[in-house]
């Protein structure tokens, strides 16, 4: 289970943050939230696929890492092969906690369940003098990042279902072995929709800064392709 608690100086002055990569560390999943700022970086790795939110009564954008729950084919011998990860990855074990209800604070906060707290190794948080780290500074900036963009991507959203630019996916794949994998639950941008859309809503798009994360979306699927094989070399060598 979870064990969130704010990070602070006094708290945590020796704690220390593993960095590499493994199921064991918490990262076999097959997708994470993305943000449509970072679209133009995940796209040249993952498939960015569209799933309803409930809870934010519209959707959420996902980079694709895997098939099934649990599965990351980008974990290959306690590495992650691929040059970018996004935010919401590279990011645990910490989150943005926010303040008392109503307020606009916004906290570093830390999973202390997480197995990436590492028993006196890994990288520290803060230094001798209770200072963050340079790890802690970047952690810090991408959290600011992810809590910006996630917020202002509604708009986005909003926008997408405004000029009804997304559709369902099914995507069905069968595999070298003759093993199927199936995709579903998912939308995708509406090609056939965007380029049918007249001049001004193009311009609305592009002026609101939508247009780019559309393209970016569309240009992702283009590594679907690559996801297939790397399903494909995990199933020849065991």
Same mark, same amino acid.
């Given at each position: 289970?979870?064990?969130?608690?704010?990070?602070?100086?006094?708290?945590?002055? *020796?704690?220390?943050?593993?960095?590499?990569?493994?199921?064991? +560390?918490? *990262?076999?999943?097959?997708?994470?939230?993305?943000?449509?700022?970072?679209?133009?970086?995940?796209?040249?790795?993952?498939?960015?696929?569209?799933?309803?939110?409930?809870?934010?009564?519209?959707?959420?954008?996902?980079?694709?890492?895997?098939?099934?729950?649990?599965?990351?084919?980008?974990?290959?011998?306690?590495?992650?092969?691929?040059?970018?990860?996004?935010?919401?990855?590279?990011?645990?074990?910490?989150?943005?906690?926010?303040?008392?209800?109503?307020?606009? $604070?916004?906290?570093?906060?830390?999973?202390?369940?997480?197995?990436?707290?590492?028993?006196?190794?890994?990288?520290?948080?803060?230094? *001798?003098?209770?200072?963050?780290?340079?790890? +802690?500074?970047?952690? !810090?900036?991408?959290?600011?990042?992810?809590?910006?963009?996630?917020?202002?991507?509604?708009?986005?959203?909003?926008?997408?279902?405004?000029?009804?630019? +997304?559709?369902?996916?099914?995507?069905?794949?069968?595999?070298?072995?003759?093993?199927?994998?199936?995709?579903?639950?998912?939308?995708?941008?509406?090609?056939?929709?965007?380029?049918? +859309?007249?001049? !001004?809503?193009?311009?609305?798009?592009?002026?609101?800064?939508?247009?780019?994360?559309?393209?970016?979306?569309? !240009?992702?699927?283009?590594?679907?392709?690559? $996801?297939?094989?790397?399903?494909?070399?995990?199933?020849?060598?065991?």
């Amino acid at each position: 289970m979870p064990d969130h608690a704010i990070l602070t100086p006094e708290d945590h002055r *020796d704690l220390r943050i593993r960095t590499d990569r493994s199921d064991a +560390l918490g *990262d076999a999943v097959m997708a994470c939230i993305t943000v449509p700022s970072e679209f133009r970086r995940v796209q040249t790795h993952y498939p960015i696929l569209f799933q309803r939110d409930q809870t934010r009564d519209g959707f959420t954008a996902l980079a694709i890492f895997g098939f099934e729950a649990g599965e990351n084919l980008f974990l290959e011998g306690g590495r992650w092969d691929a040059r970018y990860r996004p935010l919401a990855i590279d990011s645990q074990p910490f989150l943005v906690g926010r303040g008392p209800e109503g307020s606009s $604070l916004r906290q570093v906060h830390i999973d202390l369940a997480s197995p990436r707290i590492g028993a006196g190794e890994g990288m520290r948080v803060f230094d *001798d003098t209770g200072r963050p780290t340079p790890f +802690l500074e970047r952690i !810090a900036d991408q959290l600011r990042a992810l809590d910006e963009d996630y917020v202002a991507a509604t708009a986005f959203f909003a926008a997408l279902q405004r000029h009804d630019l +997304l559709e369902p996916l099914t995507l069905d794949v069968t595999l070298e072995d003759g093993s199927k994998n199936r995709l579903v639950g998912y939308h995708v941008i509406d090609e056939d929709r965007l380029e049918a +859309l007249d001049p !001004a809503s193009v311009a609305e798009l592009h002026a609101e800064g939508h247009l780019l994360p559309i393209f970016m979306a569309l !240009a992702s699927l283009g590594q679907i392709g690559d $996801l297939v094989a790397r399903k494909n070399r995990r199933l020849a060598h065991g």
